[in-house]
């Protein structure tokens, strides 16, 4: 058991690191330490306030103040002026609450969460769990507070669980999953930032003064801020230094507060967004906050990342394909858009068997009357004229032809142009007397209805089960306004966005376990919903609409900081680039796209019998290469955000074979040789690269140079295997 109780104190270990939780004498949560391993039988919390202008609770010890103290789950409304974890409202109008610890379990493995994607394990000897109960008596408020740490991985998931014990009701206005305070120093903090096509740029700052914060208004994680950042010591890079990285598991609006006063003793916290939230619980209610995901790495930014990778690959992703090679696909949507028919799908399809494509998907446009993006969101039926036959016939022509079939959907979305409209208008989420907003033409349906979960179980269901569809795209393509539900009574409306999301947790899970060997990705206009809530019910994701080769250094560099490469959605797409109106050439489109779930996306049956042979080719080695760019150790060799090459590497477990990736992000005449730095092999090991042999250690101290002229597109995939 990794969990002790001791002189007040709860140390939370393995290996190589700690986190400790002190129960003050006052019964209050003091945040002891978390980092490197450590024994800290003879530590408490430092108690010293010279500032009088922070009230305290006991006029005979000034010094102990939860204004200046580290607090490990801070309440609003007492002496602590910092950002609460936790802000409720009783129904005397109180606003002030003050959590006193009352009791603890500690427990083996790992236990669900209710409803909401988190992590897991296998079996309980590769966790322990720590619940601490707290509890304000007087406004009969319980929470809980759930730390599950690993024993072989540095991460530790934290949620919470408030209950209502009083026999009224209270209403929780912000309940954060984590919240850390660290201690005094410098430090800088990484957050993914972006925008449509332009996803998870990674930004770094140094932290200062006041409050910085990261967060989604939209009903959905976003592209705009991903839900996750680090806060890394002064000096911490991508291979030295204290990072201790937040992931939320969640796909609505989260947020992340970095917030540094007086003392600079940064409070650091994640969870659902307070933005317009309000969760009533009725006596005996209770409510479940997303899980938060920390990890802590002694060695920089590339141990984070791998540690997030591990854990979200082989114990977040769930299903049949969790752990097998995914199959290469093609899609038709930027090859055809809405414009297709059935003989051109199928010539699509002759190029790509004979190519050795594993997989057909059919994109938008094959139900209702869907020509164009005005229409037919929510007829789940199939269009037969348009598709010259049934669903199932097309996935037999496919099969046919060795190739799996899969299918696009949009579950989430209503047009008004819909038979369901016709029927159901009641269902798009709207502001009563006005008309909803707008967003690519289509309306959101309400998931926070039953009757609306329902009808797309059955109708998706309905599609799934009448033909060999092994694939399913799940797209949702707008951000949520005018959000009311008339089924949510007036003081339950703050909870909209977080019944929104949970109702779509219960869609996915139904669809999901109904068909376990579909393999399904989810898509929001690309990687609007790339969030590891998602990753739970589908274990890859569309990573960006963006499939420009040179964007996608960038996309998918800043997207490996916490997403594995084998939940990456990449395709080679056609030139002009359709998003940013780039030509690259095709070696260079197909090697990005390597580094991620590997496809197509353009019309195969145009291009020349050269470009199919180089197809051919790529395919072929893709095949040879995926099982380590999904299941290798990925080492970041140079950033593209601060130098003008992309360059990572996967080494496998058991480090006999690497594949090296670098490319030219932006290129500079007259330049040095690159001389690139490899990571993460066995020093002593002997490895073969064209005929030569050189050490694990020449490779990682020396390098490997790049005896060419820096030019634009240049680049290269280099495996390398130990002899
Ligand atoms: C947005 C997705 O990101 C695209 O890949 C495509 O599926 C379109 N939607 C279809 O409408």
């Not at 938008?364 to 199939?382: H, I, M, P, Y």
């Not at 790049?706 to 995939?717: C, G, K, M, T, V």
């Amino acid at each position: 058991m990794s969990i002790e109780f001791k002189n007040s104190k709860f140390h939370l270990f393995n290996n190589e690191m700690s986190y400790v939780i002190e129960v003050s004498p006052y019964n209050d949560l003091l945040h002891l330490y978390y980092g490197a391993k450590i024994t800290p039988d003879a530590l408490s919390v430092p108690c010293r306030c010279n500032n009088p202008f922070i009230p305290n609770h006991d006029e005979n010890n000034p010094s102990y103040t939860l204004g200046s103290l580290p607090c490990e789950y801070p309440t609003a409304g007492g002496a602590d002026f910092r950002s609460p974890a936790i802000e409720a409202e009783l129904p005397n109008g109180l606003r002030a609450i003050r959590l006193k610890y009352t009791g603890h379990e500690i427990l083996p493995g790992k236990p669900a969460l209710p409803g909401l994607p988190a992590v897991y394990t296998e079996s309980d000897a590769e966790a322990s769990t720590l619940k601490i109960i707290t509890e304000d008596e007087h406004a009969g408020i319980q929470v809980i507070l759930y730390y599950t740490i690993f024993e072989d991985i540095n991460a530790i998931c934290r949620h919470t669980e408030i209950k209502n014990k009083n026999n009224l009701y209270a209403y929780i206005r912000n309940a954060q999953s984590v919240s850390i305070d660290f201690p005094a120093g410098e430090y800088d903090y990484i957050h993914l930032s972006g925008a449509w096509a332009r996803e998870r740029h990674v930004e770094r700052n140094a932290v200062h003064k006041g409050i910085q914060g990261f967060e989604s208004r939209r009903g959905a994680s976003g592209h705009t801020e991903n839900p996750f950042i680090a806060l890394l010591e002064k000096g911490a890079g991508e291979d030295c230094g204290n990072v201790y990285g937040f992931s939320l598991v969640y796909s609505g609006n989260h947020r992340f507060v970095i917030e540094s006063e007086a003392f600079e003793t940064p409070r650091v916290q994640a969870g659902i967004n307070p933005f317009s939230f309000c969760y009533k619980l009725e006596e005996g209610e209770s409510l479940v906050t997303p899980e938060a995901v920390m990890v802590y790495s002694a060695s920089g930014l590339g141990e984070m990342s791998r540690t997030y990778h591990r854990l979200y690959r082989t114990r977040l992703c769930r299903g049949k394909y969790r752990d097998l090679p995914r199959p290469i696909l093609v899609n038709n949507w930027e090859g055809t858009y809405f414009n297709f028919t059935r003989e051109k799908l199928l010539s699509i399809a002759d190029s790509a068997a004979k190519i050795g494509v594993e997989l057909f998907v059919l994109d938008d446009g094959w139900f209702g009357e869907r020509d164009d993006d005005t229409t037919s969101l929510g007829d789940w039926f199939v269009n037969e004229k348009k598709l010259g036959g049934t669903i199932a016939s097309l996935a037999e022509e496919m099969n046919k032809r060795g190739l799996k079939f899969g299918l696009w959907f949009e579950p989430e979305m209503i047009s008004e142009r819909s038979r369901l409209y016709e029927k159901h208008p009641e269902w798009a989420i709207q502001i009563p007397g006005q008309k909803p907003h707008y967003s690519r033409h289509q309306f959101i349906l309400d998931y926070t209805r039953a009757d609306v979960r329902e009808y797309i179980v059955k109708t998706i269901s309905d599609v799934l089960s009448k033909a060999n569809i092994e694939y399913v795209k799940w797209d949702m393509n707008r951000n949520m306004s005018d959000v009311y539900s008339p089924q949510l009574a007036p003081d339950k409306q703050g909870e909209f966005y977080h019944r929104y999301i949970l109702g779509l947790y219960e869609v996915l899970e139904r669809i999901t376990s109904a068909f376990p060997d579909v393999l399904f990705e989810s898509c929001s206009g690309g990687g609007g919903r790339f969030d590891p809530g998602m990753l739970y019910y589908m274990p890859q994701c569309w990573t960006s609409d963006d499939t420009d080769a040179v964007e996608r250094l960038y996309i998918q560099y800043g997207t490996s900081l916490v997403y594995p490469a084998s939940s990456m959605g990449a395709h080679v797409s056609a030139v002009p680039n359709h998003q940013v109106g780039r030509i690259t050439p095709l070696s260079m489109r197909a090697a990005v796209a390597m580094n991620g779930a590997f496809g197509y996306e353009l019309d195969l049956s145009k291009l020349p019998e050269e470009e199919l042979a180089e197809m051919a080719e790529q395919i072929k080695l893709y095949k040879k290469i995926r099982g380590i760019v999904s299941s290798g150790n990925m080492y970041r060799l140079l950033d593209p955000f601060t130098s003008r090459y992309a360059s990572w590497m996967y080494v496998s477990e058991d480090k006999k074979t690497a594949l090296v990736y670098y490319a030219v992000a932006r290129s500079k005449p007259v330049q040095p040789l690159l001389r690139i730095r490899l990571k993460g092999l066995d020093p002593d090991l002997e490895y073969s690269i064209d005929g030569k042999l050189y050490t694990g250690s020449t490779l990682m101290n020396y390098g490997i140079v790049i005896n060419r002229d820096e030019h634009a597109y240049d680049n290269l995939l280099l495996e390398i295997h130990s002899v």
